[in-house]
């Protein structure tokens, strides 16, 4: 593929220290290239989530180097990072983890309203239109807590897109949900790709799920042993 | 960072727990509504204490003290003015106790800019006769009107019209436990006998009470002109001028300047009444000290409820965090809704620190020694709402700081891993 590199890792290593030293990651060094479908798979403990929030910007505490869309983050202060993830990268994790204190659509604006590029009306529009490609505009009032698991997942990726991020980031989307729900989400996933070209990156213990992504990367004991 | 984004989810988060909310709002609440009232209150008090005395008392007093002379002949002579002079016993001179030209002091000072009013006085020793008893005794002559305007004299006479010495000639104002020594009562006529030894009968047409009682069993007022008769001297003798200051700040300064400029002695008020001034200060200590405790007790409970709602949103902190919230726009949230507690709780309390005070207005209070007062005295002085309101938001400014800090450290790896 001659496309873009939209994620780039170069050597990354981390120890746990605590209580005890534990090299984690080892040498993880790979490129994510623009309208990739990308899955990380292995075994619980291999470091997949934990590689996972290290490109996600949220830890910091690693050596070797993050590049996305061009930039090194180990320059990047904390406001820059949080700014990174609200721009660039969109979330989605195993457990929904909306804000239960507002309603769906609030909760799919608020990254949005965060980064302040649109007025609040076209934020509320761009939302209500995520949230009905998602099938899902009919819940916006609710509130958070009121809907089902499949239905909160959805709603978390709709909030991932609000931004319109160049990668989407998602920690096990379906391994808290039934087979119904896993398969409309991977659905979500595979149009993503196909139609709006999004940029993926899963971290799975699915197989069957990875097997229906353009590339795999399979980590065991904090390496990547097949990409 | 937009501020309104940052106060509407403080909003939300701050109405999702409500009831926690009310009751850290209703510390705050209860605390500025007791700083309120008891400030009012103590305040209050003060100023009936302190006008029992400074109310009545004149800013400066111009007067002649009996003293020795601080001039003794010797010095006067040219011939002995180079050599030092000592004089042995040395007596006090009984001067002239009137002011000298008074008529001419009295148009300066109406003419001076600094003063409100002034109110010349005669004080004259005297005994009063109750068949073979004498009793000590002091008549003020006065200008009724004058004193009454300047130093509320008519609101301490009990009984009778304070205006009926100015009236009625040979009439007298008697102390209530003078009044009760002489078994007088308004209408009967009380004999007087002055210093230098003439009689005089003068008719009781009114009582007076100041609520200090020394004070009561020695005082008496009669009108100026009556005074005069009374000492055998001309209608431009007085003894004191009193000067009601329009600023009582400025009383040392012109005491000690009137002094030298009309030849009198002068005493200002802080220096006569130095210990209820200290009382004041005293009583308003203890209030604060009161008050502010109070808050910091609810600055504390603002400081746990905080702490607890970090600990309950830590998802949705690490959720903020993770769609792009900076560590500073979490510790913003988080003052923001340490903050609303503040206002809303210290509007709250002022509101109700006022009704408190209206209440406690309201109560009677009867006693003998103060005849004007019939309920409890109240102070509603905007500064104590100032002060109520400014300090309310720094409490609970400070009590924000430490638990926003907190949740702006929270690191959203640890709490979605935790899962």
């Not at chain 1, 290239?33 to 996600?56: D, M, N, R, W």
């Not at chain 2, 970090?310 to 998802?315: P, S």
């Not at chain 2, 109520?388 to 907190?406: I, R």
């Amino acid at each position: 593929m001659n496309k873009a590199v939209t994620l780039q890792t170069n050597q990354i290593n981390k120890w746990f220290r605590d209580p005890i030293s534990v090299h984690v990651l080892k040498d993880i060094t790979f490129k994510i290239h623009a309208q990739e479908f990308v899955s990380v798979i292995g075994k619980s403990g291999c470091g997949k989530s934990t590689l996972l929030y290290i490109l996600s910007t949220m830890d910091t505490d690693y050596e070797g180097d993050l590049i996305i869309g061009g930039e090194n983050m180990r320059d990047h202060t904390e406001q820059q990072l949080a700014h990174v993830r609200n721009e660039k990268i969109g979330f989605v994790f195993q457990f929904h983890y909306l804000l239960s204190e507002f309603t769906v659509l609030e909760n799919v604006m608020l990254p949005g309203l965060k980064l302040g590029r649109f007025p609040e009306e076209l934020i509320r529009e761009k939302a209500l239109s995520r949230l009905d490609q998602l099938g899902i505009k009919k819940l916006a009032d609710k509130n958070a807590n009121q809907i089902s698991g499949g239905e909160k997942q959805r709603v978390s990726i709709a909030r991932a897109l609000i931004n319109d991020p160049s990668i989407i980031m998602c920690d096990e989307p379906t391994g808290n949900l039934d087979k119904v729900n896993s398969q409309i989400v991977f659905e979500i996933f595979k149009e993503l790709t196909k139609t709006y070209h999004q940029t993926l990156l899963v971290v799975t213990h699915d197989p069957d799920f990875a097997d229906n992504t353009d590339r795999i990367i399979e980590m065991e004991d904090g390496k990547i042993i097949k990409q | 960072m937009k501020l309104s984004l940052i106060y509407r989810i403080a909003k939300s988060l701050l109405l999702a727990r409500w009831r926690q909310t009310l009751v850290a709002a209703v510390g705050v609440t209860f605390s500025i509504t007791m700083f309120i009232a008891l400030l009012g209150f103590m305040t209050g008090l003060n100023d009936l204490l302190d006008g029992l005395i400074l109310n009545r008392t004149a800013h400066v007093r111009l007067y002649n003290e009996i003293e020795p002379n601080t001039t003794q002949p010797i010095n006067l002579s040219s011939e002995y003015r180079s050599s030092y002079n000592f004089v042995h016993s040395v007596k006090s001179v009984r001067s002239r106790q009137r002011i000298y030209n008074s008529g001419a002091i009295l148009q300066a000072l109406k003419a001076d800019e600094r003063v409100i009013g002034i109110a010349p006085k005669i004080q004259a020793q005297v005994f009063f006769n109750e068949g073979a008893v004498d009793i000590t005794g002091v008549i003020n002559g006065i200008d009724a009107e004058e004193e009454s305007r300047l130093f509320h004299f008519s609101d301490y006479v009990i009984a009778g019209n304070a205006q009926d010495i100015a009236i009625v000639s040979n009439s007298i104002i008697l102390g209530k436990g003078l009044a009760d020594k002489l078994l007088a009562s308004m209408g009967d006529v009380v004999q007087v006998t002055t210093i230098s030894n003439e009689r005089f009968p003068l008719k009781v047409v009114g009582i007076f009470q100041s609520g200090v009682q020394e004070f009561d069993k020695v005082q008496s007022y009669a009108s100026l002109s009556t005074a005069q008769k009374i000492l055998g001297e001309p209608n431009s003798y007085i003894t004191d001028i009193q000067i009601k200051a329009r600023n009582i700040e400025d009383a040392p300064k012109m005491a000690k300047e009137l002094a030298q400029l009309f030849g009198t002695d002068a005493e200002d008020i802080q220096t006569a009444n130095s210990q209820f001034e200290t009382g004041s200060f005293v009583r308003s200590l203890i209030s604060y000290a009161v008050g502010i405790t109070l808050l910091i007790v609810a600055g504390f409970g603002i400081y746990n409820i905080l702490n607890m709602m970090i600990y309950e949103k830590m998802d949705s902190i690490a959720i903020l965090k993770a769609t792009g919230f900076s560590g500073t726009d979490v510790n913003r949230i988080f003052m923001m809704i340490a903050l609303s507690i503040g206002l809303f709780g210290g509007m709250l309390g002022l509101f109700f620190g006022f009704l408190t005070s209206l209440g406690i207005d309201q109560i009677p209070f009867n006693t003998t020694a103060l005849p004007t007062i019939t309920t409890y005295p109240v102070n509603y002085s905007p500064t104590f709402y100032f002060i109520g309101s400014a300090f309310s938001l720094v409490t609970t400014f400070l009590a924000g700081w430490a638990p926003a800090q907190k949740a702006s450290m929270v690191d959203p790896v640890i709490t979605i891993r935790g899962k």
